[in-house]
C-alpha cells in the first residue's frame, strides 16, 4: 500500500500564496506519478498538476499554468504544489494522488489518494 498525507491548506485573501506538501510512504516505488486534483463544492474533481517522478514531466491544467508550480523530492517522497495569484476560484479541497501510470493522469487512473487539505482564498 502507498500512503499519502497532504499539508500546507489554509485561507488566504486573493493574491496570496500557498504551499501545498504531499508526502509518501509504504511502497512508494510502485508509483510513477505523483498529482494534485481538487474539488470545489458542488462541481467534479479536476486535475490540477501531475508529475512524473521518474522523468520529472510535469504538467499542469491551463486553468493553474504561470501561477502554480509542481516540484517534487524522489529522496523524501514529496511532492510541492507552489501555489501563487491564488483567485476565488481556487478554493477546493485538495487530493494528492499517486500510481503507477503511462502517458494519462487521469483521476480514474490513481488508485492511492490522500485525505486531502482546504484551500480556502477569499476576495
Known amino acids: 500500500q502507498v500512503q499519502l498525507v497532504e499539508s500546507g491548506g489554509g485561507s488566504v485573501q486573493a493574491g496570496g500564496s500557498l504551499r501545498l506538501s504531499c508526502a509518501g510512504s509504504?511502497?512508494?516505488?510502485?508509483?510513477?506519478?505523483m498529482a494534485w486534483f481538487r474539488q470545489a463544492p458542488g462541481k467534479e474533481r479536476e486535475g490540477v498538476a501531475a508529475?512524473?517522478?521518474?522523468?520529472?514531466?510535469?504538467y499542469y491544467a491551463d486553468s493553474v499554468k504561470g501561477r502554480f508550480t509542481l516540484s517534487h523530492d524522489n529522496a523524501e517522497k514529496t511532492v510541492y504544489l507552489q501555489m501563487n495569484s491564488l483567485k476565488p476560484e481556487d478554493t477546493a479541497m485538495y487530493y494528492c494522488?499517486?500510481?503507477?501510470?503511462?502517458?494519462?493522469?487521469?483521476?480514474?487512473?490513481?488508485?492511492?489518494w490522500g485525505q486531502g487539505t482546504q484551500v480556502t482564498v477569499s476576495s
Open positions: 508529475v512524473y517522478t521518474a522523468t520529472g514531466m510535469t
Open positions: 509504504g511502497y512508494t516505488a510502485r508509483t510513477n506519478c
Open positions: 494522488a499517486a500510481d503507477r501510470l503511462g502517458v494519462t493522469w487521469a483521476q480514474a487512473n490513481f488508485r492511492y
